[in-house]
């Protein structure tokens, strides 16, 4: 079993930034896209930004040149740093992660728990 926990959400005043991580662990053959979500009150889930195993990036436009997604692939690992937040970016922030317990076996997806992002105005 995969598990993914993130961390680094808090209390932020518009303009400021937080850096949220997530890490994976248990047993598993391989992962490949690894990706951050966003759920407001009242809203659906998001995709914010994903990054592919071999580095290729993709982020929503609501959060193109102020956010950054990166991995550590030798750690399991997926950042994303977010820069000139804006209250607006008020969300759970969600980790995904595509995975599969062995060469033969189909991808499965596994989420975080979430981690809560405050903007103040």
Do not use: H
Request: charged letters at 20%; a positive charge.
């Amino acid at each position: 079993q995969v598990q993914l926990v993130e961390s680094g959400g808090g209390l932020v005043q518009a303009g400021g930034s937080l850096r949220l991580s997530c890490a994976a662990s248990g047993s598993f053959f391989r992962i490949n896209a690894m990706a951050w979500y966003r759920q407001a009150p009242g809203k659906l889930r998001e995709l914010v930004a994903d990054i592919t195993s071999g580095g290729i990036t993709n982020y929503a436009d609501s959060v193109k040149g102020r956010f950054t997604i990166s991995r550590d692939n030798a750690k399991n690992t997926v950042t994303l740093q977010t820069n000139s937040l804006k209250p607006e970016d008020t969300a759970v922030y969600y980790c995904k992660a595509d995975y599969k317990r062995t060469f033969y076996a189909p991808y499965l997806e596994v989420w975080g728990q979430g981690t809560l992002v405050t903007v103040s105005s």
